[in-house]
């Protein structure tokens, strides 16, 4: 083939890589691009006949393509250098294009192939570490036909190394029920791509000349640079997808993740374990980091902002899974982990840390020696790799056996991983070596500081409204956005920078945001959004709560934005969705909620104690007309405290070893259930048979020990609730205990709670106060129950003669007889608004036959009787309104006077003080015959005005403890 037909046919090369490319950026449509060549016979054969017809085809073509040789230099040494073909210029631009033209074609079948044959044997060859490595470091920048081979073999290296979609895999699996042999050869790919990653980072050209050159230095400069340097109006469609291109191959790069070394790990995984942070200080070294933040400098500009979105994901895969705490922490300081774990720095010893407190709780009676290597061997499996069997059947067991064991337990692990993490979740943890750890401050220092952070994620947050194509999945790019905005807001936070920088987050639309988000995901099941909206929540929470302890400048800025976001009724009631969404969904969203459930309610429990009124706004009905009412921390709180709630609190308690923060964990769900338990008074949600065995299990030897050695204090407040529970539960009734022994409720105490309205209301708009709950209720039969026998009663005393109906005379008085009311069902005994209503129009009532019986009395004149009726009709007609308030708030529940042993603690600073009772103005306890003094008709004016206090009746003494912050204990 002639050599300028040769130079032809490469340039159609990257045309149509160009093609593949532009989708990334929203340019070029694939429609013609022409279809990949099946081989023949590949639906006939299974997965490993078909790598074995595959291998000798892809052999020939990468031998084809050049090698390393031993050359004799002028004065005599023996150097290793790397030849192209076969050493003739000719064959050199004839065969190269065509041999990489062949791989291309080769690789686009592995789109429809489950097993990715065409992969498995380019790792199986090396094609990657052998040859096209080699070919770029000698290739690139030796002239403008060399540097397309170059492009050539870094549009393979970004094909060979794209991230594996496992949740698209795994759908793909269950779907078109693949053979089950599938996801074990995409683990093998996965392992092959760390490699693929160690040879980038690691392989230098044997030419002495080129010693200096890296593959990065390489990309960069002799691929990425020529075609970034290039003026939008100049930029070509080559040089556009060349961008991407380049972008997309450092994001590969990115979100490789290193190998968790264990206990018997080869040295190559061992050695492995630190590639990310090798990746990065070269990206530091070679000025890639550089041109990402240039390029997210400029992505709102026109000239850059097709390539945001890559950038962007570069970033999240740069700084996802990192302890936020850690990153931002200074040089030399200690870790934020316990004081006993071993140093961050080396995941090796943090492994073997993790295997031994697994021992421990697994086995809390087993000796100390152990036979690990007893019946331990190392063996080699097909693909080539050193594994090892401990069994003490393996070594007799064949070849096959155990690598179809190792295939099970890969299944196994993956099964046991889900309910850790959401499909699609970042990395939990990922370790950085000190110099890699300085040079992700220095960056997210300067990313933060420069205003990048706010370009870039507006920019990205445009490009999803819009729903461009360079996007990609709507979905996964919605939870990289958010994860990331979470993750440099607490950076801010940790790093103590101005809030200042990131003014554009603490806005209402972030809030509502991140509301509607973790809403719709709630409903749809998305539970990775759910979890990173659920994250974002609490992290900008935390940045108001930082800065409501600022500057006076901050706190003013803190306190008004609190103001709007707490009036917004909805967003309250979202916000007690999220403390209610966990049933049985992965640690990671269990872990969300309970960090929301302790943020969100101490915050706004110091909001309402700055403010002595608070107001929230909500719906008035299906229609958009919104009304004000009045907010009361203590009816947030009860809703808050649910079955629900202290479900997630058990699981959690049950799975806290999972958590890669314990240590900041465990106080906070203290708190949580000290909230619901001793605030809220729901001991009753925690006395479940299941509920209570899982408490035991958790907080029993040698378990209790492992929460002490994390967070004493936490182990002490957690092991106290414990035992008031306990305390609690052995003094119910025998009927009780056996209903929970048995997980069901217990049959509902027939106890009554009455209510009373508040003092400042005449007598009349009592009575309206009244008629308007039970007509709220839909309860007018009983309104009219009372009316009647008002009316009833008065007709039957004005019967007996002629008389004054306000003032008659005593001889008629003396005849008037109480007027028993006809049975009023249920609602007579149980309904509180229907009881307030009989006493406001002086009704009394009794117990005969076990029957709760109301009745007019005797001493009650026709006139008052008849005034009563006649507003109970005023009110039927014309309900009362009050602006700004609900009726619901002039009501409160009554409850029985404490004993006077009972005496609570002093609170903390940021619990608000009990209300103080004036002497003799304590609240009588309740019987059949009485009624409370504001609810009377007669006695309402005279009588001192109960307080108004909401808080459910007792059903326990409660212990004199507080709630506490993290910092300090929850008892006293």
Known sequence: MPADEAWDDLDAYASDMIDELAESVGSISEDDEA???????????????????????????????GGYEHVEQSDGC????????????????????????????????????????????????????????????????????????????TDLMTALTWPIDWQAELRDIETHEEDEDVLPKLLELQSAQVQYKASILRTRAKDPKLAHRTVLHCVLHHVLIPSLARPRGERTERDTGTIGLCLHLV????????????????????????????????????????????????????????????????????YMGSDVRALAAAPGAPSAAAPSAPSASDPLAQSLAAEAEARRVQRPGATKRHSRFGTT?????????RRVARQPASLTAPLAQLEQRVRERSQRQIHRRRPATERGAPPTRVVWTPGARAVLQAWADRFVRDGIFVVLSRAYLSDIHAERERVGDLDAARCKVIQLAAFFLAYVRVRELPWRLVSTWLE???????????????????????????????????????????????????????????????????????????????????????????????????????????????????????????????????????????????????????????????????????RIVVRCERMDLFFGARVRQSWARALTAPRDAAVARVHPQAARDLTRLHKMLARSFARLDGA????????????????????????????????????????????LTGVSWVRTALERAAAERMALGDMDA????????????????????????????????????????????????????????????????????????????????ALADFVHRLRPPKPASRKRAAPPDDTPAPTKRAAGADVPALSSGSSPPTSSPRGWERAPSPPAVSESWPKSPTPTWTLSTPDEPLFR
């Open 35 to 65: 279809p990949a060549e099946p081989v023949a016979g590949a639906e006939e054969v299974d997965m490993d006949e078909r790598v074995a017809l595959l291998r000798p085809p892809i052999l020939s073509i990468c031998a084809a393509l």
């Open 78 to 153: 023996i150097e290793v250098v790397y030849k192209v073909g076969d050493d003739c210029l000719g064959t050199y631009r004839a065969l190269i294009p065509e041999c990489l033209r062949d791989l291309r074609r080769l690789w686009r079948q592995d789109d429809t192939d489950a097993s990715r044959a065409i992969a498995r044997v380019f790792a199986e060859l090396g094609t990657l570490q052998n040859d096209l490595i080699p070919i770029l470091l000698h290739c690139a920048g030796q002239g403008e036909k060399a540097d397309k081979i170059a492009l050539a073999c």
């Open 251 to 318: 994001r590969n790069l990115l979100s490789i993740r290193d190998p968790v070394p264990k206990t018997l790990t080869s040295t190559d995984a061992v050695a492995n374990a630190t590639l990310q942070s090798v990746l990065v200080q070269q990206m530091e070294t070679t000025h890639l980091l550089d041109t990402l933040h240039m390029l997210a400098s400029h992505a709102d500009t026109k000239e850059y902002e097709a390539w945001a979105p890559v950038v962007a994901d570069c970033v999240y895969q740069m």
């Open 377 to 385: 061997i190392q063996y080699t499996a097909h693909d080539g790799t």
């Open 508 to 674: 209402p639309w972030a809030f509502r945001l991140v509301r509607a988000r973790a809403a719709i995901a709630l409903e749809g099941r998305q539970w990775l959004e759910f979890v990173a909206s659920v994250r974002l929540w609490t992290v900008l929470l935390r940045a108001v709560d930082a800065m409501a302890h600022g500057a006076e400048e901050e706190r003013a800025w803190a306190d008004e934005l609190q103001q709007t976001l707490y009036y917004d009724g909805d967003a309250l009631d979202a916000a007690l969705q999220v403390m209610h969404a966990y049933s049985a969904q992965s640690f990671a969203c269990l872990e969300a909620i309970i960090d929301f459930s302790y943020t969100l309610p101490r915050m706004l429990e110091r909001h309402a104690q700055r403010h002595t009124h608070m107001f929230v706004q909500r719906r008035a009905g299906d229609d958009d007309e919104r009304r004000e009412r009045a907010f009361r921390f203590a009816s947030f709180q009860r809703a808050m405290a649910t079955s629900k709630l202290a479900h997630a609190c058990t699981q959690y308690l049950v799975r806290w070893r999972d958590s890669a923060r314990p240590a900041e964990m465990l106080p906070r769900l203290a708190a949580v259930v000290h």
């Open 736 to 779: 009780a205990q056996a209903a929970y022994e048995a997980d069901r409720r217990p049959p509902r105490a027939q106890a009554v709670t009455d209510v009373y309205v508040q003092s400042d209301l005449t007598h009349g708009e009592q009575i309206g106060v009244a008629v308007g709950l039970l007509a709220e209720a839909h309860k």
């Open 806 to 885: 306000l003032d008659p005379p005593e001889a008629l008085r003396a005849q008037f007889a109480p007027h028993t009311l006809p049975d009023g069902g249920l609602d007579a005994a149980q309904c509180a608004p229907l009881r307030l209503l009989c006493r406001l129009v002086g009704l009394h009532s009794e117990v005969r036959d076990d029957v709760l019986v109301w009745y007019v009395p005797a001493t009650a004149v026709p006139g008052e009787l008849v005034r009563d009726a006649r507003l109970i009709d005023q009110y039927l007609a014309a309900p009362l309104v009050k602006e700004g308030c």
